[in-house]
């Protein structure tokens, strides 16, 4: 896998009273773990933003923050993204630089910050909450799709069997975009991984962005975690209708689902799921007949 992987010697102890683990309650081995790294996006010669992220889909990740800072929305608002000329101590290029060129029209952001993003957080460089309440150039609210709750519901086991850098290091999150079809069924469009939940959202919404399909009307996005204000902004700025996370969502993720029309589920987990927001596009099945 690359740079999106790295091996490393460990000591693993292990206490579970068996007579190999008395004997030998320390043991050598090789693990596999995510990799993290910094990348710097530039605008022109402007240094926009830091992040923490696992290389690899970079042009998705960069394009992608744009949409979610409310840069761009637009597939013909991005001209151009390349990596800048960085090397490491050896003289070995990391590619951990990308220049995004925007049309000149573009209005450059002035927020009065620089933005530095951990991969456990996404907006830890925002002056406060108002200035990452943007509006978006789409309407959630207005889209018609609805879910059948079995459908809902079977997504986390279709996206932790789809999570290839998960299955050998356990250390990354994922967002999985899915198409809902006339017959209620998902088909998973696009799927990428990251040590940053906010950074797996971003390369499935930069994908987007750069296949010319903004808005995601009738599309729904699940993620491996929990469900923060972030996430819902991102979903409502690409006109994702519906959010879904393995985990819980936080107060301000409810009211902000709430405000754009975005639904919202939390603790969805094969057999079971809370709805938080926009409960109207989730579909039950017909009552057997006794």
């Known amino acids: 896998m690359g740079r999106v992987t790295q091996r490393r010697k460990v000591y693993r102890y292990v206490l579970d009273g068996s007579p190999a683990a008395l004997e030998f309650p320390v043991r050598h081995r090789e693990d596999v773990l995510a990799v993290e790294e910094p990348l710097e996006i530039r605008l022109g010669n402007l240094?926009?933003?830091?992040?923490m992220r696992t290389p690899g889909d970079d042009f998705d990740l960069v394009a992608g923050f744009l949409v979610s800072e409310g840069v761009i929305w637009d597939a013909d608002q991005l001209i151009s993204l390349r990596f800048c000329a960085g090397e490491d101590e050896?003289?070995?290029?990391t590619f951990n630089v990308v220049e995004a060129q925007l049309r000149s029209d573009v209005p450059l952001p002035d927020t009065g910050r620089h933005v530095y993003t951990s991969s456990s957080c996404g907006i830890c460089g925002t002056d406060s909450i108002e200035s990452v309440t943007k509006s978006s150039h789409f309407n959630p609210a207005a889209d018609q799709l609805t879910v059948p709750v079995e459908t809902l519901a079977s997504l986390p086991d279709r996206l932790r069997e789809a999570q290839a850098v998960f299955e050998v290091t356990g250390g990354v999150h994922a967002a999985g975009l899915f198409r809902?079809?006339?017959a209620g069924g998902a088909d998973l469009l696009c799927l990428r991984e990251d040590v940053g939940r906010h950074n797996a959202v971003d390369k499935v919404v930069g994908w987007a962005l750069r296949e010319r399909l903004l808005p995601l009307t009738n599309t729904l996005l699940q993620v491996s975690g929990r469900a923060s204000f972030?996430?819902?902004q991102k979903a409502a700025l690409a006109g994702i209708?519906?959010?879904a996370a393995v985990s819980a969502p936080s107060s301000l993720a409810v009211e902000l689902a709430e405000s754009t029309g975005v639904t919202l589920a939390g603790f969805s987990r094969g057999t079971s799921l809370n709805v938080y927001a926009g409960s109207g596009r989730i579909s039950m099945p017909a009552p057997v007949a006794r």
């Open 180 to 182: 809902i079809d006339e």
């Open 90 to 93: 050896n003289g070995v290029q």
């Open 230 to 232: 972030e996430l819902v």
């Open 241 to 243: 209708p519906v959010l």
């Open 47 to 51: 240094s926009f933003s830091v992040t």
